[in-house]
């Protein structure tokens, strides 16, 4: 059946460095693709989306491109935050699914000074 | 612009107790959600509406029951609380146009403990 795998944490990073959090999926069509975001002791929200294929979605320095052919959907920043530290999670919208919206299961970032 | 409120923000249950966690939202969106969210496990689905009137399962149902009351509202209901149901609970919305491009909204969660 149709599901999300995401790259498990905690991830570590100091300042600056590079950010990648991997998200693959499985489905019978073509999902959209969202990454959403929770800062301590807050709800969810939107980081991003892409909603057909090769889109690329980005907001705050982080992108995330839609690769049909290996059912990618990868988070990317060239240079964290102290402020990024949050849980990220990545979440395919499976249209045929009757409206049933699920999430992978989140990645922890840290990011030190 | 309240978006999606849930009350209460906290609440300790003793084992065998029952409750009702209340959401609603002012968006006019037709899907709402719930959800709890525990250590190492992520956002698990409990139960969805994805119209006024419908109600469906989620990954995990067993303990809840929900209710659609209205277009705004959506309930969880625990009838015998357990101290595995101790966990964070979100409610989200979202508009459905048909096309499955619409993000969610999230209220701010419920932490409820089971003692």
């Known amino acids: 059946g149709d599901s999300v795998t995401q790259m498990e944490g905690p991830v570590t990073l100091s300042e600056e460095a590079f950010l990648t959090i991997n998200c693959t999926y499985t489905?019978?069509?073509?999902?959209?693709l969202f990454w959403y975001v929770q800062y301590p002791g807050e709800g969810l929200q939107l980081l991003l989306k892409?909603?057909?294929?090769?889109d690329k979605g980005s907001n705050k320095g982080f992108e995330a491109t839609y690769r049909k052919e290996t059912t990618s959907f990868h988070l990317e920043k060239g240079s964290v935050q102290v402020s990024d530290s949050a849980v990220y999670f990545c979440?395919?919208?499976?249209?045929?699914?009757?409206?049933?919206?699920?999430f992978g299961q989140g990645t922890e970032l840290s990011v030190k000074p | 612009n309240a978006g999606v409120t849930q009350t209460p923000k906290f609440q300790v249950l003793k084992t065998g107790q029952s409750m009702t966690l209340q959401c609603a939202q002012d968006?006019?969106?037709?899907?709402m959600y719930w959800y709890r969210q525990d250590p190492g496990m992520g956002l698990r689905l409990i139960y969805y509406?994805?119209?006024?009137?419908?109600?469906d399962k989620g990954e995990v149902p067993n303990g809840y029951n929900v209710s659609r009351l209205n277009k705004r509202e959506f309930s969880l209901r625990l009838e015998s609380a357990a101290p595995s149901q101790t966990s964070v609970y979100f409610c989200?919305?979202?508009?459905?146009?048909?096309?499955?491009?619409?993000?969610?909204?999230f209220g701010q969660g419920t932490r409820l403990t089971v003692v």
């Open positions: 989200a919305s979202r508009l459905e146009r048909g096309t499955g491009t619409t993000e969610a909204f």
């Open positions: 489905a019978t069509g073509y999902p959209s």
């Open positions: 892409a909603t057909k294929a090769d």
């Open positions: 979440a395919p919208f499976f249209y045929n699914q009757g409206g049933k919206l699920i």
């Open positions: 968006m006019n969106h037709n899907s």
């Open positions: 509406s994805a119209s006024e009137g419908t109600t």
